[in-house]
């Protein structure tokens, strides 16, 4: 998928019906879009937010099957990687999905229900 086909899949906090993704997207990933938090701002605001969770940075396939539940999958360029990216989060253990484009976040937390998420920047 290239940026065009992204932005018009991918939506804003108008259209979140996830009350636990909005408040992500508000307080996290809309400033990490503009630009104002870091990656490594991102990574810790995320640490802080689900403290239970493990964070983890993948480049490439990983078996979720031998990755323990709680965990938080950042994945970067997953659109460079596609293939590889649709069978990550495809898998069953991948509960929520968000797509920056530039970042995937995986969630393997088992309390959520299974969801995909595409996400831009709001104005």
């Keep these: 998928m ?5 932005y018009f899949k991918a939506q804003t906090a108008h259209g979140l019906h996830s009350p636990s993704i909005y408040s992500l997207y508000c307080e996290v990933l809309n400033p990490y879009l503009k630009g104002q938090l870091s990656y490594s ?3 810790e605001a ?4 689900y403290s239970d969770c493990t964070i983890m940075e993948i480049q490439s ?6 990755i323990p539940q709680n965990t938080i999958l950042l994945f970067e360029k997953p659109h460079s990687q596609e293939k590889i990216w649709n069978e ?3 898998h069953e253990g991948v509960i929520q999905t968000v797509d920056l484009f530039d970042l995937g ?9 299974k969801q995909h998420f595409y996400l ?3 104005d």
């Design 2 to 6: 290239n940026r065009l086909q992204f």
């Design 41 to 43: 701002q991102l990574k």
């Design 46 to 49: 995320l640490a802080n937010r």
């Design 61 to 66: 396939y990983k078996d979720i099957a031998k």
């Design 88 to 90: 990550i989060h495809s």
């Design 105 to 113: 976040i995986l969630f393997l937390k088992p309390i959520c229900p």
């Design 120 to 122: 831009r920047k709001m």
